[in-house]
């Protein structure tokens, strides 16, 4: 009886994920660098079939600029918390590699991607992001091309990256970096009346509407530059501010489609509320950010979770799922195979769980925490290989804001 009750725990034992942890977090950086940065910025390998680890091409460009972003964040909040020289030379890379983004269209407008035009993967990568105009630039007297229709998540992606690495790097030469980047972004952006033109003169987006994003931009700015934006973020916010709330009670009225703009709304309110010196200000802000969290707080979660510990401080039910769901993470496959959960889990609606899906089986994407956690079915076919940003990233925040510990 003892010797089956052990086999029993033994395999109960064998079953369980195991911890997140500090080794995986690096495998994961190491991984990145070494396929998943071929220019500067994160792509996506495609492999030759779902078993093999040849690569034939990269995927994902038009949104490399957000998850450059991301990525860079995660480096800098590795950075704070191990002090590790090769965390602070991958945060110096990201820059240079959101710097590339920016230089190359040569209207301090971020591109999505950019690519040397003689990479053998720039044609199947034009090919792919031709409904967003591909372009031609030069970076260092070489050719390359880059694509454009640039949104507001690529906008939004870089500047949580850069104000993330401004904070926890210090380091004057990427600091001063960082400090020229978001000058040169919002100069831009102010000087369009908050339009995004592209080379030309058509417009790819607007943030018109978007008091909340507006006034975290420029939040930003000013803590970083604030000799050049304090002046406006100040005046802005005092007409703005009451605003805040209505595309964020707008949004969340469908908690299902478009699921990406709930990362856009967390990214814009982790720097909107901790920049705010004003308690007045930071309340209305607090108020607006309510609304989210009262719709995404049980949706499994771990990056909201990490952006909710930051702003509101400990608690102990929302920590403990956020390890458990960096431990579930890690039992993902990294490659993008197909899931079809139709049948298996109640449908609440046409690709539509009525509770969220496990965090192993959630449908492959890019960046998990971005995706609605009630899709049932979706992915590719097996060949497109997720870089694991949204592991790092929120882990690294944990081991920062102390959930995690090494």
């Not at 973020?233 to 005092?238: I, L």
């Not at 709330?245 to 814009?268: G, Q, R, T």
């Not at 609304?291 to 995404?296: E, G, M, W």
Request: neutral net charge; aromatic residues 12%.
């Amino acid at each position: 009886m003892a010797r089956q009750a052990s086999s029993i725990l033994a395999a109960v034992l064998l079953a369980l994920p195991a911890a997140a942890s500090q080794g995986d977090a690096l495998a994961i950086s190491q991984n990145i660098q070494t396929r998943h940065l071929p220019y500067g910025t994160i792509l996506d390998p495609v492999f030759a079939s779902p078993e093999s680890a040849e690569i034939t091409g990269y995927s994902r460009c038009g949104d490399s600029a957000i998850w450059t972003g991301h990525y860079l964040a995660a480096e800098a909040f590795r950075f704070q918390v191990t002090g590790s020289g090769e965390a602070l030379e991958n945060s110096r890379r990201a820059v240079a590699g959101i710097r590339s983004l920016v230089d190359v269209t040569g209207v301090d407008v971020p591109a999505r991607c950019a690519v040397p035009m003689d990479s053998p993967y720039a044609p199947a990568i034009a090919a792919e992001e031709q409904h967003n105009g591909v372009f031609s630039g030069s970076l260092n007297q070489t050719a390359w091309l880059w694509v454009g229709n640039t949104s507001r998540d690529q906008y939004l992606g870089v500047f949580f990256g850069l104000a993330a690495a401004y904070d926890m790097v210090d380091d004057a030469g990427m600091r001063g970096e960082i400090r020229s980047l978001i000058t040169r972004l919002l100069d831009r952006l102010l000087s369009k009346g908050w339009l995004v033109v592209m080379p030309g003169g058509a417009v790819s987006t607007t943030f018109a509407g978007r008091p909340d994003q507006q006034l975290a931009l420029l939040a930003i700015g000013r803590h970083v530059n604030s000799g050049r934006f304090g002046w406006r973020y100040s005046w802005d916010r005092f007409f703005l501010a009451q605003g805040v709330i209505l595309p964020v009670s707008l949004e969340v009225l469908d908690a299902h489609n478009s699921y990406f703009k709930f990362n856009l709304d967390y990214l814009s309110f982790y720097h909107l509320i901790r920049l705010e010196t004003n308690s007045y200000y930071r309340s209305v802000y607090r108020r607006a950010y309510d609304v989210l969290r009262r719709t995404t707080d049980d949706h499994g979660n771990a990056h909201f979770n990490m952006i909710d510990r930051a702003l509101k401080g400990p608690d102990e039910r929302r920590d403990r799922e956020t390890a458990r769901l960096l431990e579930e993470w890690l039992l993902r496959p990294r490659r993008d195979g197909y899931v079809d959960l139709r049948g298996k889990y109640p449908s609440c609606g046409e690709d539509r769980a009525c509770e969220p899906v496990p965090v192993p089986e959630r449908v492959r994407t890019d960046f998990l925490w971005q995706r609605s956690p009630f899709l049932l079915y979706g992915g590719g076919e097996g060949r497109i290989e997720g870089a694991g940003i949204d592991y790092i990233l929120p882990y690294w925040m944990a081991r920062f804001y102390q959930v995690l510990s090494e």
